[in-house]
Protein backbone atom coordinates (compact mmCIF):
# COMPACT_ATOMS: atom_id res chain seq x y z
CA UNK A 1 0.00 0.00 0.00
CA UNK A 2 1.27 3.47 -1.29
CA UNK A 3 1.58 6.13 1.52
CA UNK A 4 0.88 9.62 1.18
CA UNK A 5 3.44 10.50 -0.12
CA UNK A 6 4.59 8.13 -2.71
CA UNK A 7 1.04 8.87 -3.92
CA UNK A 8 1.76 12.32 -3.88
CA UNK A 9 4.79 11.23 -6.41
CA UNK A 10 2.74 9.42 -8.81
CA UNK A 11 1.64 12.64 -9.78
CA UNK A 12 4.72 14.33 -10.18
CA UNK A 13 6.72 14.80 -13.15
CA UNK A 14 9.96 12.36 -14.47
CA UNK A 15 12.40 14.94 -14.29
CA UNK A 16 12.66 18.61 -13.05
CA UNK A 17 14.69 20.83 -14.41
CA UNK A 18 17.34 22.94 -13.72
CA UNK A 19 19.94 25.89 -14.48
CA UNK A 20 18.74 27.65 -17.60
CA UNK A 21 15.61 25.66 -17.93
CA UNK A 22 14.29 25.34 -14.37
CA UNK A 23 12.39 28.50 -15.28
CA UNK A 24 10.33 26.03 -17.78
CA UNK A 25 9.73 23.51 -14.41
CA UNK A 26 8.26 26.15 -12.67
CA UNK A 27 5.85 27.37 -15.57
CA UNK A 28 5.40 23.38 -16.22
CA UNK A 29 4.64 22.74 -12.19
CA UNK A 30 2.07 26.23 -12.16
CA UNK A 31 0.18 24.80 -15.19
CA UNK A 32 0.09 21.22 -14.23
CA UNK A 33 -1.34 22.68 -10.78
CA UNK A 34 -4.13 24.56 -11.98
CA UNK A 35 -4.78 21.83 -14.79
CA UNK A 36 -5.25 19.53 -11.44
CA UNK A 37 -7.45 22.20 -10.17
CA UNK A 38 -10.32 22.67 -12.75
CA UNK A 39 -10.12 19.26 -13.35
CA UNK A 40 -11.42 19.09 -9.82
CA UNK A 41 -13.57 21.64 -9.67
CA UNK A 42 -15.08 20.02 -13.27
CA UNK A 43 -15.86 16.89 -11.78
CA UNK A 44 -17.32 18.66 -8.58
CA UNK A 45 -19.67 20.69 -11.23
CA UNK A 46 -20.95 17.51 -12.82
CA UNK A 47 -21.91 16.00 -10.02
CA UNK A 48 -23.82 18.44 -8.79
CA UNK A 49 -25.39 18.96 -12.56
CA UNK A 50 -26.02 15.24 -12.68
CA UNK A 51 -27.41 15.49 -9.16
CA UNK A 52 -30.06 18.65 -10.59
CA UNK A 53 -30.89 16.79 -13.07
CA UNK A 54 -31.71 13.47 -11.13
CA UNK A 55 -33.41 15.42 -8.58
CA UNK A 56 -34.99 17.56 -10.89
CA UNK A 57 -36.50 14.35 -12.80
CA UNK A 58 -37.33 11.69 -10.32
CA UNK A 59 -38.50 14.39 -7.41
CA UNK A 60 -40.15 17.12 -9.33
CA UNK A 61 -40.85 15.85 -12.69
CA UNK A 62 -39.20 18.46 -14.66
CA UNK A 63 -35.24 18.39 -15.71
CA UNK A 64 -34.17 21.38 -16.89
CA UNK A 65 -32.92 21.53 -20.38
CA UNK A 66 -29.80 22.97 -19.35
CA UNK A 67 -28.26 20.64 -17.51
CA UNK A 68 -27.93 17.67 -19.56
CA UNK A 69 -25.71 19.88 -22.02
CA UNK A 70 -24.06 21.44 -19.48
CA UNK A 71 -22.83 18.05 -18.39
CA UNK A 72 -21.92 16.83 -21.67
CA UNK A 73 -19.86 20.22 -22.10
CA UNK A 74 -18.32 19.56 -18.68
CA UNK A 75 -17.25 15.74 -19.62
CA UNK A 76 -16.03 17.12 -22.64
CA UNK A 77 -13.65 19.73 -20.81
CA UNK A 78 -12.70 17.26 -17.80
CA UNK A 79 -11.86 14.18 -20.60
CA UNK A 80 -9.32 16.83 -22.37
CA UNK A 81 -7.97 19.24 -19.35
CA UNK A 82 -7.25 15.61 -17.96
CA UNK A 83 -5.45 14.29 -20.86
CA UNK A 84 -3.25 17.54 -20.63
CA UNK A 85 -2.46 17.15 -17.07
CA UNK A 86 -1.86 13.36 -17.58
CA UNK A 87 1.00 14.54 -20.53
CA UNK A 88 2.82 16.39 -17.86
CA UNK A 89 3.42 12.85 -15.47
CA UNK A 90 3.44 10.78 -18.38
CA UNK A 91 -0.05 8.60 -17.11
CA UNK A 92 -0.76 7.92 -21.10
CA UNK A 93 -0.37 4.45 -22.58
CA UNK A 94 2.88 3.73 -23.64
CA UNK A 95 5.14 0.92 -24.78
CA UNK A 96 8.65 1.19 -22.93
CA UNK A 97 9.41 -2.29 -23.05
CA UNK A 98 12.04 -1.91 -26.27
CA UNK A 99 13.00 1.51 -24.99
CA UNK A 100 14.08 0.24 -21.04
CA UNK A 101 16.21 -2.36 -22.68
CA UNK A 102 18.27 -0.26 -24.91
CA UNK A 103 21.67 1.69 -23.52
CA UNK A 104 21.45 4.86 -22.49
CA UNK A 105 22.08 7.06 -25.98
CA UNK A 106 19.67 4.28 -27.71
CA UNK A 107 17.40 5.12 -25.43
CA UNK A 108 17.41 8.58 -25.25
CA UNK A 109 17.24 8.32 -28.94
CA UNK A 110 13.97 6.60 -28.83
CA UNK A 111 12.06 8.82 -26.44
CA UNK A 112 13.05 12.04 -28.28
CA UNK A 113 11.54 10.86 -31.37
CA UNK A 114 8.64 9.62 -29.37
CA UNK A 115 8.07 13.01 -27.91
CA UNK A 116 8.26 14.49 -31.59
CA UNK A 117 5.69 12.14 -32.85
CA UNK A 118 3.92 13.37 -29.80
CA UNK A 119 4.47 16.92 -30.54
CA UNK A 120 3.78 16.58 -34.32
CA UNK A 121 0.33 14.56 -33.01
CA UNK A 122 -0.23 18.08 -30.63
CA UNK A 123 0.28 20.14 -33.75
CA UNK A 124 -2.19 18.86 -35.80
CA UNK A 125 -4.48 18.27 -33.01
CA UNK A 126 -4.12 22.16 -32.23
CA UNK A 127 -4.79 22.70 -35.78
CA UNK A 128 -7.79 20.90 -36.27
CA UNK A 129 -9.07 22.12 -32.79
CA UNK A 130 -8.74 25.69 -33.93
CA UNK A 131 -10.36 24.89 -37.17
CA UNK A 132 -13.32 23.49 -35.08
CA UNK A 133 -13.75 25.71 -33.10
CA UNK A 134 -13.69 28.58 -35.91
CA UNK A 135 -16.75 26.92 -37.75
CA UNK A 136 -19.03 26.10 -34.14
CA UNK A 137 -18.19 30.26 -33.08
CA UNK A 138 -21.49 31.12 -34.89
CA UNK A 139 -23.57 27.83 -33.64
CA UNK A 140 -25.23 28.63 -30.50
CA UNK A 141 -25.86 25.74 -27.80
CA UNK A 142 -29.29 24.27 -27.19
CA UNK A 143 -30.45 24.64 -23.69
CA UNK A 144 -27.39 26.99 -22.85
CA UNK A 145 -27.78 29.50 -25.11
CA UNK A 146 -24.03 30.55 -25.67
CA UNK A 147 -21.74 29.42 -28.55
CA UNK A 148 -21.04 26.13 -29.13
CA UNK A 149 -17.50 27.17 -29.24
CA UNK A 150 -17.33 26.89 -25.51
CA UNK A 151 -17.22 22.96 -26.19
CA UNK A 152 -14.54 22.78 -28.94
CA UNK A 153 -12.18 25.37 -27.36
CA UNK A 154 -10.83 22.30 -24.88
CA UNK A 155 -9.23 20.78 -27.74
CA UNK A 156 -7.07 23.26 -28.61
CA UNK A 157 -6.57 23.93 -25.41
CA UNK A 158 -5.36 20.66 -24.57
CA UNK A 159 -3.14 20.56 -27.59
CA UNK A 160 -1.51 24.04 -26.27
CA UNK A 161 -1.12 22.38 -22.63
CA UNK A 162 0.43 19.33 -24.47
CA UNK A 163 2.71 20.83 -26.48
CA UNK A 164 4.29 22.82 -23.03
CA UNK A 165 4.63 20.25 -21.34
CA UNK A 166 6.02 17.80 -24.16
CA UNK A 167 8.52 21.06 -25.09
CA UNK A 168 9.84 20.90 -21.14
CA UNK A 169 10.18 16.57 -21.42
CA UNK A 170 11.83 17.38 -24.88
CA UNK A 171 14.55 19.97 -23.24
CA UNK A 172 15.04 17.76 -20.09
CA UNK A 173 15.71 14.69 -22.26
CA UNK A 174 18.05 16.62 -24.90
CA UNK A 175 19.95 18.24 -21.49
CA UNK A 176 19.88 14.42 -20.07
CA UNK A 177 21.86 13.50 -23.65
CA UNK A 178 24.03 16.29 -23.26
CA UNK A 179 24.82 15.69 -19.56
CA UNK A 180 26.01 12.29 -20.13
CA UNK A 181 22.75 10.74 -18.43
CA UNK A 182 21.75 13.45 -15.85
CA UNK A 183 18.83 15.34 -15.94
Not at 144 to 151: P, Y
Request: hydrophobic content about 55%.
Amino acid sequence: MLDATEDDRADEPRHRLAGWAAPLSRAADALHAALRILVALGMAALGAVVLTQVVGRYIFSYTPVWSEVLAGYLVVWISFLGAAYLVRSGAHLSVSLVSTALPGRMRLAVEVVALAAWILFSIVVLGAGVQQYELTVPMMSLGLDISASWLYLAVPIFAVCSLFFLAEQLVAAVKEGLQGGRP
